[in-house]
Structure formats: C-alpha cells, structure tokens
C-alpha cells in the first residue's frame, strides 16, 4: 500500500470532519473518493498532503513529500506570473533535474501553449484548473491527489483529464476525488465513499457495483407513460416503476432474466407504444445515493 | 524561476519596488527643500502683518525633514509592501500550491523577507543620498562618516520592521491585519521608548539615529539599540518560520 491511514480524525472544535477513517490504497492505482458535500475528502486530501494535522490517528505515506503533489479542486497563482514561470517554478522546486524543454511539454499537453507567456491573470477557470494540472504532472510525482481536477473544464478539457489520469495508471498511484460520479466509474480501480466523516465504502470499483446493483430496466415510450407504469406496478416481479421523464420510465424488476421474458409482453398488454427498452448498468450513482442517503 | 525570483517579480511587477524607492525619494528631494525654503513658505501663507522669523536652516536641517517624513509614510509603504509578501497564506490556493512543494515553510519564508527588507534598505539609500546631495546642494555639506552610519542604522531599523511584519503574519493571515498589528507594535515600541533609559536598547532609537548623529550624536549611544533589533530579527524570523510551519490550510 502506497497510502494507509488508522483511525484517522479530524475535529475543529465540536464539528468533527474525519472520525475513524481507515484509507488503503495500492500503489499504481487510481482511487476515486466520492461523497457528498461535506463528507471530509478536502480534509483527508489536506491531511494526506501536509496541509492539516489529523486530531488522532496514524497516516503512512511510502513516497517523501516532494514526490507527492496535490491539485486543490480551484488553482489560482499570482496573477503577474505567466503560465510557463508557474510550471518553472513547480518544477525547480520538486524536480531540478528534469530538462527545462519539458515545461513545454506539459503545457502543450495542458493545451495551454499559446498562453504559456500571458500572465495567469488574464486566464480562465478552465485554463487555471489545467495549468494547475500541468505544474502537478512536471515533477513526475509518484502520488498525485487531485481535488475535482475536472470540476472547471469543459467536456474535451474533461476529457483530456480523464486520459491522463488513466495514462498514469502503473506508473503513478493517484487519489482522485470527484463529484462527477461518471469520470470516477471510467478510470478508478477502486473507489472510496465517504459520509459525514466516515469512510463507508472503500474497495474494487466492481465489487461495489455488483454487490448493490439493483436490477432495473429504461424504458422509452410515447406519451403519457402512466398507464403503463401503473400495468407494471401490478406485476410480481416488478419491484418498483418511477416516472424519470414525460417519456421514460425506470422499472426495477426481481431479475434480469424474467424481465427478458415477461416485460415486451406487458407493455403490449398495457397497450404502450414502446420506443425502447434496455437494461440499466450497473451505476455508481445508483450506488452513491442508496450509501449515501 | 525560484522562490527568490517569485519575491523580486512579485515586487517589480506589482509596481511596489517603484512605489518604495519613490516614496523614499521625494522625501530624500522635498526635505532639504522644505527645511530651506521654510521661512518663505511660511512668510507667503502665513496671515497678514505676521512675520515668521526662523533660525537659519543648517545642513542638518535637510536630514532632519527627511528622516520624519520617511520614518513615517515611508515606514508605512514599507509595511504594506512587506506584508503583502509575508502573509502569503492569505492567498491560500496559491499558498497550497508552494507549501505542497517545499519541506519547511523556511523555504518560503527566507527569500520573501529578505527580499523585502533589501527593497526596504535599498529606498532608505535611495531617499538618504537624495537629501543628502540636496542639502549638499542647498544648505551644505554633511559629515561622510556619520552619514553611512545613520544610513546603516536606519536600514537596520527597517529590516527589523519587516522582521516584525514576518512574526505578525505568521500569526493572522490577512494582510492588512498583518500589516496594522505590525504598525501598532512598532508604535508601540516608540511610545515605551520615550520611558526612562529604556529607548536606547530599543530598535525604534535607531530611526532617529541618522538625524542625531549628523548633529554629533554619539554613534555608540546606538549600538544597544542596533544589538537588539539583530537579535530581535533572527527571533522574529525564526518565530515566523516555526509559528507557519503550524498553521494548517
């Protein structure tokens, strides 16, 4: 394990942050942390990166400070600095020894080599989150904590991140906490939920998936979509119906195999003009909210 | 680029190098001025049928405006200056972006005060060879000797000041609550300096020195003073450091 922490605690006054987290994560991974607002992944990436001292608890670290980096979840720099002095300074203080030319190379990566000589005042949100990604990478760190590295780039932006966050796997070990459930389901390995404090969840992404899916179908119909629903309602192995839009429904059924059989043959019956049905992949949101809740 | 650089281009780019070595100037240029011309100005804006008689302004004199003026605005400007570099934990995102990349907040620390209390230094030269060469100019010449070392002892004054500035930041995060604390301690130093035989051991007697000792002072009634603000600026600076290494963000 790269990162382990034991009863790891965080208390300001009587609001207690972390209480009790247990985090194991294997080097070379990618980890997603996700909760809702509040839940204390700020706070354990401040602790993990030095930045805040736990109230109790143990935290091991196998990698020194300066082959950590962290990616606060809104960088901003002084705002008479250019892009490319961020990243030089970023690399003379963790990496000196990595060639000059490659500050070139992570902003270009970053998409930001037109801009590497304006001033950071002058950037945008997006173009900050990305500058701040390039002066995490320079240093070729070992451990990366990204706080929402995506949370301020737009869908290509996201996706370049994503890419790079999967490229790393193997050759980097990276925390990655998000709100966007779908970015941690495509590159994390294991995933960690946390909840006022408590890590809840943490484990193999696909154990989490399989062990509390619940098996339901999307159904498309032409409007109105209740008398439908209430015909499924009705069924024995339709375990719940809920109206998701004016053409949609999500119909939760005892197994997949039975729904094969039996759902076409009640939407006929119900006489609803059926657009498409299909069944409903395991989702971390679906997981997120029923741990969550 | 460097935690060094960073503090240089944080002082030239913001224009704030410009604003210290210029405040310092025209004070170094106004005071002999004023100290020579006073009689006149007065004379023109004083009332009607009042006639403002003065001694003859010496050489000391021109020292003399200058050292109030620059004691006071110029202090100040040095202040602010200094603690918008020294409380870098109010800018937090970028404060995480170097605390995450240093081991000591030393690190951080030792370039923004001394380039900040070498910026201080170097207008107090700038504004002190001014007035220096006006009052050559204008009312005559000073004492070579005496000059470099009031000179010496003022900048001294001042790298403590900013020492003062890093001890204060490290404790509040704001800068200009660092800045106003810092204003106040160093009043409050005055103020206790003027109580007994107490002032001569402290710092804030060495920012009259240049004054006095163009008017034959002895140098050595300043060294007390000078011993202590060197010593009280490496504690400064090492409560700085070991205070912001604690401080979480």
Redesign the interface.
């Known amino acids: 394990m790269i990162v382990e922490t034991s009863g790891l605690t965080k208390r300001y006054g009587s609001h207690t942050a972390l209480d009790g987290v247990d985090l194991a994560v294997t080097q070379g991974s990618v980890f997603g942390l996700v909760g809702p607002n509040g839940a204390g992944k700020t706070t354990l990436l401040?602790i993990l990166?030095?930045?805040?001292?736990p109230t109790a608890g143990d935290v091991h670290i196998t990698v020194p400070?300066?082959r950590?980096?962290?990616l606060?979840d809104?960088?901003?720099?002084?705002p008479?600095?250019t892009g490319a002095?961020?990243v030089?300074?970023?690399?003379?203080?963790?990496a000196p020894r990595v060639p000059r030319q490659r500050i070139d190379e992570v902003l270009s990566d970053a998409g930001l080599a037109e801009a590497a000589n304006r001033r950071v005042g002058g950037y945008s949100r997006g173009m900050l989150q990305r500058l701040?990604l390039a002066?995490t990478v320079i240093?070729e760190p070992d451990l990366l904590l990204l706080d929402e590295p995506a949370s301020a780039l737009d869908p290509a932006g996201r996706r370049e991140v994503l890419d790079l966050i999967a490229h790393l796997r193997g050759q980097a070990t990276v925390i990655l906490s998000s709100h966007i459930l779908g970015d941690v389901q495509e590159v994390c390995d294991a995933v960690g939920v946390m909840r006022a404090g408590r890590l809840i969840f943490q484990g193999a992404l696909a154990d989490l998936l399989v062990g509390r899916a619940v098996p339901a179908y999307r159904v498309h119909l032409r409007a109105p979509v209740e008398p439908a629903a209430d015909a499924l309602r009705a069924e024995d192995w339709v375990t719940s119906v809920g109206v998701t839009g004016a053409d949609s429904l999500r119909v939760g059924v005892r197994a997949l195999a039975e729904a094969e059989l039996r759902l076409p043959g009640a939407l006929a019956a119900a006489g609803a003009r059926v657009i498409s049905l299909a069944p409903l992949a395991p989702d971390l949101e679906d997981v997120y909210l029923e741990l969550t809740a | 680029m460097s935690l060094w650089r960073l503090e240089w281009l944080r002082l030239v780019r913001t224009r704030r190098l410009v604003a210290i070595l210029s405040i310092y100037l025209f004070f170094g240029l106004t005071g002999p001025l004023s100290a020579r011309y006073l009689s006149a100005i007065l004379g023109r804006v004083g009332p009607q049928g009042v006639k403002i008689e003065l001694p003859p302004p010496v050489p000391a004199d021109g020292v003399t405006q200058f050292v109030s003026n620059a004691s006071q605005i110029g202090l100040l400007v040095v202040i602010l200056v200094a603690a918008s570099a020294l409380a870098f934990d109010a800018r937090r995102e970028m404060a995480v972006f170097v605390r995450t990349r240093v081991d000591s907040v030393r690190e951080i620390l030792v370039p923004a005060f001394t380039v900040n209390a070498a910026a201080a230094v170097a207008g107090l030269v700038v504004g002190s060879l001014a007035a220096w060469y006006e009052t050559a100019v204008l009312l005559g010449g000073l004492p070579p000797g005496r000059m470099l070392v009031g000179i010496a002892f003022g900048g001294l004054y001042l790298v403590f000041a900013v020492a003062t500035v890093a001890a204060v930041a490290a404790v509040v995060r704001g800068v200009l609550a660092a800045a106003g604390i810092a204003v106040t301690v160093l009043l409050v130093l005055a103020v206790v300096g003027n109580i007994g035989s107490v002032g001569r051991w402290l710092p804030t007697s060495l920012v009259g020195a240049l004054d006095a000792l163009v008017r034959n002072a002895d140098p050595v009634d300043y060294l007390p003073a000078a011993a202590v603000a060197v010593a009280g600026t490496a504690a400064l600076v090492w409560f700085a450091a070991a205070v912001g290494a604690r401080r979480e963000l």
């Open positions: 401040g990166s030095g930045l805040r001292r400070r300066r950590m980096a962290l606060p809104t960088p901003q720099f002084d008479w600095l002095e961020v030089g300074l970023a690399r003379t203080l963790v701040g002066a240093g």
